[in-house]
Structure formats: C-alpha cells, structure tokens
C-alpha cells in the first residue's frame, strides 16, 4: 500500500510516518519502481504500534525502546514492565504538580472579589506580593 493508504489504516498522517521513518521508529519502506513508498503488513502493524504507544503518552524514545523489546523475541517482560512503571512515575509526579498548581489557582480565584475594583490577588500573587492571607481581603 502507498503511504496515503498507510495512513488511513493506521490512523496517522502521512507527514508523521515520514516523521517515524525519519527518526528510526520505523525502517525505511520498499520503493516503486517510480520512488513511492510502499508498505507492508508488517509496516502497518508497526505503525499500529507507535499510534498506541503515542496515544499513551510515551514519548518518541520510550517508544523506540518498546519497538525494540517488542521486535526482540528474548526480551523480558520485565524490562517492558520497568519501562511502563518509570513512566507511571513520572505521569504521578505530573499528576500531583498539576493538582498543586489547580488548587494554588483555585485558592487565588477564591481569594479574588472579581468585582469593579482593582485589587486583584491573583495578580498580586504573580508579582510576588499577595501575602496568602485571605482575610485582609475582607471589608
């Protein structure tokens, strides 16, 4: 199948398996005799493969690691599972600084009268000079 074709079955774009070819995710396709691409089955599973792993989250070296413990028939299922939970890790550290950063923002909504006036918590806190003591706000 040519490219277009690829990428239907894939669900990808064209231009991101080019981009795959282009960093070593996937092996350089079989040429037409005219220069076009042509893809396999075994291409196209491939593709498959990097689609869920981006659809995950891995990044484009986590994937070409899973690529290749996935092509190496004596792998381990260990070194897949160590890769999975590293990332697990570090997807917790974002969950957790992201709820931080949610309840900071919300604290500071709170704090905000979003009234006529111009005192502003939020943005004084952005400045670096709301002392994170909600009850001055109070008139």
Not at 40 to 48: E, F, K, M, Q, V
Not at 68 to 76: C, H, I, P, S
């Amino acid at each position: 199948m040519n490219i277009g074709e690829a990428a239907r079955a894939s669900g990808l774009s064209a231009k991101m398996i080019r981009h795959y070819e282009q960093v070593g995710l996937l092996a350089e396709p079989h040429r037409s005799a005219s220069g076009y691409r042509q893809y396999g089955p075994a291409d196209l599973h491939t593709l498959r493969f990097i689609k869920r792993a981006r659809d995950l989250g891995f990044s484009l070296d986590r994937i070409r690691k899973l690529v290749a413990l996935w092509n190496d028939t004596g792998r381990k299922s260990g070194d897949v599972k160590a890769l999975a939970a590293q990332y697990i890790q570090e997807l917790n550290n974002d969950i957790q600084k992201l709820q931080s950063i949610r309840d900071q923002l919300e604290h500071l909504a709170g704090c905000c009268q979003g009234d006529t006036r111009p005192d502003c918590p939020i943005l004084a806190d952005l400045a670096g000079t709301f002392p994170h003591d909600p009850t001055h706000l109070k008139r």
